[in-house]
């Protein structure tokens, strides 16, 4: 067991009780050193991002239940104040992540493969343990992110999702330097870093969202086009076009929380053009034409956050300045109107919480 500070015995928490809410912030108590299980760590938690995750789990948008009680948030950056891990190469004292997948057994076949998401008795920061909405998190050894020297706290929250998140989609969709890629969302916590992912890897954006913030911040990260879809009538040709030669781009990562950002995806990819899922809204079917599924040879596939190294890469490229989170800073009280305004589609990039306000 080693710690460095007092611990104190209480702490402010953003919580809820019930599906659909309230939220509001509570005084808790402070899981003690003496209290750490085995391979354990306390993180005093500086900022957390709120990621539209957030909001499904507090809905109960989705079809697996999550823990309740529950303080979320899963893009927690802080320090390790206390471990209960004699074998890590993590130190007290320094500045990790704490994402959402929080611990996975990295003995099965999908751990072995580096797939912890899917590892069967993967635990989720935020959703089936408590996150990153309260300043002293409890979060295991084994999928605690280093966070790089360098890089501020602030500035690394959102990557622990929304960047790692993105950067895996762009990888799992195959797409290529030089070739187009479709970003729905792409204003949003997202959306924005998958815009300066793609553009670092020599990769062309169409950006599709709403209103002029969000157009001037996704031409500003390196979007060469742009789609509004409340006022665009044809979607489909829009995207087509939108591409040099008329044939649509050669993948999408669909980064929206919305069901409508699904429905045109398949139709407006070129041929062998691959949709990869993201974003997460609550009962939502991909219908496809299974006739020019075929003949056109398209594809569709789920992308689910990131492993550690996907972490670790995602983490890099932002402490190299090739990446930037664009996000406003609140008090973690904030955290209810944060909701109200996200549900909304009110935000332009990430909302990040300062735990200590
Ligand atoms: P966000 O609210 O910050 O951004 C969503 C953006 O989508 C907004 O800018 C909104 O204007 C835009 N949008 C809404 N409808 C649209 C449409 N029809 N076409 C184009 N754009 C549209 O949300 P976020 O935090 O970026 O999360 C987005 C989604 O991704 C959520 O459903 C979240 O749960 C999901 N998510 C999935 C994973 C994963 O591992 N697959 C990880 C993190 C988040
Ligand atoms: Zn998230």
């Not at 080693?2 to 309230?22: L, R, T, V, Y």
């Not at 004292?93 to 899917?118: D, M, T």
């Not at 040709?237 to 591409?243: C, D, H, N, R, W």
Request: hydrophobic share 40%; with cysteine.
């Amino acid at each position: 067991m080693s710690q460095d500070m007092n611990i104190p015995k209480e702490q402010k928490a953003c919580i809820f009780h019930k599906k659909g809410g309230p939220v509001a912030v509570e005084t808790v108590p402070v899981v003690q050193p003496s209290e750490l299980k085995p391979g354990e760590a306390l993180v005093r938690v500086m900022y957390s991002g709120v990621c539209h995750t957030d909001l499904h789990a507090m809905l109960g948008d989705w079809p697996v239940p999550n823990k309740l009680p529950l303080i979320g948030g899963h893009e927690g950056a802080g320090y390790i104040v206390a471990m209960n891990d004699d074998q890590t190469d993590l130190k007290v004292g320094q500045n990790v992540g704490i994402k959402w997948i929080a611990h996975s057994c990295n003995k099965c076949e999908f751990c072995r493969q580096g797939y912890e998401p899917l590892c069967k008795s993967a635990q989720c920061s935020g959703y089936s343990v408590d996150g990153s909405f309260q300043q002293f998190a409890v979060s295991y050894t084994s999928q605690l992110t280093p966070i790089p020297d360098g890089l501020p706290l602030d500035d690394a929250a959102p990557i622990l999702c929304a960047g790692v998140t993105v950067y895996k989609a762009i990888k799992e969709s195959g797409v290529k330097a030089g070739e187009w890629l479709v970003i729905p969302g792409a204003g949003g916590g997202l959306g924005h870093l998958a815009v300066q992912y793609a553009n670092s890897m020599g990769i062309r954006v169409i950006a599709i969202d709403t209103g002029s913030e969000k157009e001037q911040l996704v031409k500003k990260l390196g979007a060469e086009k742009w789609i509004d879809f409340k006022t665009e009538k044809d979607i489909v040709k829009a995207v087509q076009s939108a591409v040099p030669d008329g044939l649509g781009p050669h993948a999408a990562v669909v980064a929206a929380a919305g069901a409508a950002a699904y429905e045109q995806a398949l139709e407006y990819l070129r041929p062998h053009g691959v949709c990869v899922a993201v974003g997460l809204p609550p009962d939502t079917d991909i219908k496809v034409p299974v006739f020019w599924t075929v003949f056109l040879s398209k594809r569709v596939v789920g992308s689910y956050v990131g492993n550690r190294q996907d972490a670790h890469e995602a983490l890099a490229l932002a402490a190299a300045g090739k990446v930037k989170t664009l996000y406003k800073t609140l008090p973690l009280g904030d955290l209810p109107k944060v909701y109200d305004d996200m549900h909304a589609g009110k935000l332009t990039g990430r909302i990040v919480l300062d735990m200590n306000k």
